[in-house]
């Protein structure tokens, strides 16, 4: 077994929470190495390249509202880049499509009544403003335990629940309102009232990729054991292109998904490891359909409805996302499968998942079976947190108990919901400490 004993803060994990807080540990003069399992930076900021087209298949968009990601850009000469997404969604109800702006305050799909019970939502979260950190989870302790679909149901209707609450829930976490907490609706209700989009034309994986450059990063390097003596990290095992290495330090960032924590941290207790096993992420699989030509119409997403039978929550063309990442100009359909259907479809065959996009794009775009040129499937098994009933008070007891371990440190998208920004944000407060 290879020994290194240098005592540089151990980094698991090259996805933007690795990465950043490589960053900004490096600024603070610390000496880092970060060890990454796959062969890749970005972790869940993906790309798929084909010819010169560039297709986000993970995460697709900042928010304007965010801070520390926007610094990080400009650091590293990106913010200029910046674009903003500009075009209208369209809501598909009974084959009519109805075009919903960012700004919509009627939505026309569903019948005035009901826009007006969907102001209740908005006016328990306007409420709350003040207490909604879209990027942090302060405890909401009221709303934490309500069941949002229930929920939906008893203060709205059905009409509330499948034409505005589920579109967005699938938008934003690829998921289903069933189970998931009303608390995360209120964060997400007031990310999106406060802020629009914005992408990097060459792609998000450019962020990643900028940062990975000027740091250490090895590559195919599997983190399988953290070692923690008398509550003091003190070391980490890990296989390295297929060679076992023990890394002696006293400090190590974790910058993986929760349930990976479980997996390398045999010091947990059952109770601590049980919230790590279940905290949930969505799983979907992802079809990309190149197409021969622009399709018709001017919208960037068509959004599906579940009392329709489809199974995909809704499709998305990245050449209307961004003009100059497919400069041919030519459709990229994305359909996106979300919750309980996601998770049926994420492990079966290729075809299995290609022929049912196919049957289902066809409802929509009749001609779209002949204007596919080539398709590709890009599985997510870690998509985003999802934050069901129950969750909020054990993972809240979990963060705070794990501190009694010295010289450990979690950076990830728990601490919030599911975006760029709260991972960033954790990783400056753990390069701050
Ligand atoms: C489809 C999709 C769309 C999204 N859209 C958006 C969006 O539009 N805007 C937004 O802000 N956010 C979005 N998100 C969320 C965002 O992508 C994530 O919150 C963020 O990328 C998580 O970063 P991370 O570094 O914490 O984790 P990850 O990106 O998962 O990185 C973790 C890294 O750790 C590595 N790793 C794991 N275990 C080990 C181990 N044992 N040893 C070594 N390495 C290990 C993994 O290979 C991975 O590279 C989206 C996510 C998905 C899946």
Known sequence: MHMEQAQKIVIVGAGIGGLASGY??????????????????????????????????????????????YKLLEALGLKDQLLP??????????????????????????????????????????????????YYNGPLEEFEDIDLAQYVLQKCDKE????????????????????????????????????????????????PKKLAESLPVTYNAEVEEIEVKANQVTGVRLKVGGESRRVQTNAIVCATP????????????????????????????????????????NQWAYVFSRTENF??????????????????????????????????????????????ARREMKRVIPEFENEIESVEIVRHHTGMPRYMVGIY?????FLKSVERIKGLYLVGDYYGHSTLETVVRSARRMGMG
């Open 85 to 134: 997404i500009r075009p209208p969604v369209q809501l598909m109800r009974n084959g009519r499509g109805y075009l919903v702006k960012h700004n919509t305050i009627r939505y026309r799909m569903i019948p005035l009544g009901s826009n007006l019970k969907f102001g209740r939502i908005i006016l328990t979260a306007l409420r709350n403003f003040g207490r909604l950190d879209p």
């Open 24 to 69: 900004f540990l490096r600024e603070a003069g610390r000496d880092i190495a970060i060890y990454e399992r796959s062969d890749v930076p970005g972790g869940r900021i993906k790309v798929l390249q084909k010819g010169d087209s560039i297709v986000d298949v993970g995460t697709q968009y900042f928010h304007t509202n965010y801070v520390e990601t």
């Open 393 to 397: 008070p054990r993972l809240r007891k």
């Open 311 to 356: 199974k995909a929550a809704y499709t998305s063309d990245a050449s209307f996302k961004c003009t100059q990442m497919v400069p041919s100009g030519k459709s990229v359909m994305q359909v996106w499968f979300a919750g309980e259907a996601g998770e049926q479809l994420v492990d079966e065959p290729d075809d299995v998942i290609i022929q049912l």
């Open 258 to 297: 929760l349930k990976e924590v479980g997996r390398f941290l045999p010091v947990l207790t059952d109770e601590e490891r049980s919230v790590t096993r279940d905290f949930k992420y969505s799983q979907f699989p992802l079809a990309v359909f190149f197409m021969k030509r622009r399709l018709p119409g």
């Open 160 to 207: 509330v629940l499948e034409f505005l609450v589920r579109p967005i829930i699938s938008a934003f976490n690829l998921s289903d309102p069933e189970g998931e907490s009303l608390a995360h609706f209120l964060y997400i209700t007031k990310q999106f009232l406060t802020s629009s989009d914005t992408c990097l034309p060459t792609g998000m994986i450019t962020l």
